[in-house]
């Protein structure tokens, strides 16, 4: 099976003033998994916010079914990979290709595929 995206965040500013603006217009709840993110429980396709300031680009991470395996790959192939990233929603890091475009690598943990 192809490789999918399976997760997203929004990078915002201040994580509590995206809660109170996302949550009262689209009716989002949020759980916080760590200081810097939050995860959105009641969506159907999976996503979250990270802090670190605004942007207008989401943040994509493509569904594998072995981070370590991927990012291994992804390097073997010219590409890089960011830090390794533990939460309750899986593993994850960062990915940039061979020409410097970042995207995200995330193995859901059991309950979030």
């Not at 939050?38 to 802090?51: E, I, K, R, S």
């Not at 942007?55 to 569904?63: A, R, T, V």
Request: aromatic share 12%.
């Amino acid at each position: 099976m192809a490789v999918e995206l399976g997760y997203y965040t929004l990078s915002v500013g201040d994580l509590d003033r995206a809660a109170a603006f996302y949550g009262a217009l689209f009716g989002w709840e949020f759980s916080r998994e760590h200081e810097t993110y939050l995860h959105v429980t009641n969506t159907a396709v999976p996503m979250g916010f990270t802090a670190g300031g605004p942007s207008s680009q989401p943040n994509l991470y493509y569904h594998v079914a072995d981070i370590d395996a991927s990012a291994e790959r992804a390097r073997r192939l010219g590409g890089t990979t960011g830090e390794m990233l533990d939460s309750k929603s899986g593993r994850g890091c960062t990915c940039t290709d061979d020409q410097g475009t970042v995207i995200g690598l995330w193995q859901p943990a059991p309950g979030f595929a």
